[in-house]
């Protein structure tokens, strides 16, 4: 099962790295687990060694975004949901990567659902199933718009400046009495 879920975090990691090659806004990051064998023990069933799943320490708040079954942070960020999008477009609708989760914009343990069915990501692959539940809660957005992906279903109003420029607002000079010049906020 740790092989797995290292793998699956492999295959988001490159998905991120696609995502990211397309310039967004924000780029994204998965963090790299690996398995550790204990050859001296015993795995809890008394069969065979014992392993162990680790990753680095992720410090910071740590944020769900999504899980695997259309449930949408409250915070409702884009790029978490752009990316997920973003999968099931360029893996030709092969796949979906969701359940993000992590600090900022680096991630950890996702899931991945597989369209043909056959449940290739674990017992929490739940096919076309898990991909139609993502699309009845996702809102395309700027980020969406950004890349270019088809909108299915709702949309969100996009501001596609205030997208480009990582969801801050930019700085715009303007007229002041005390200094002549201040900063506004341009959305």
Known sequence: WYFLDVEMQGKA????????????PKRIDFVLPWVLEFKRRTARNGIGRLYMG????????????????GFVS???????????????????HQ?????IQGVGDTYTDPQIHSADGQHHWGKADMGMEGINAF????????????????VYGQ????DLTTALSGGKPRMALGLNTNHNIAQAPVY
């Open 135 to 150: 699309f009845n809660t996702h809102k395309c957005n700027a980020i969406c718009e950004f890349l270019k992906l088809p």
């Open 54 to 69: 680790v990753e680095p320490l992720m410090s910071g708040e740590y944020k769900k975004h999504s899980n695997n079954f």
């Open 95 to 99: 796949l979906l990567v969701c359940d």
């Open 74 to 92: 409250p915070e409702d960020r884009n790029t978490p949901a752009a990316f997920s999008h973003f999968t099931y477009e360029y893996s030709n």
């Open 13 to 24: 990691k490159a998905y991120a790295d696609l995502f990211n090659s397309k310039m967004p």
């Open 155 to 158: 949309k969100k109003p996009c």
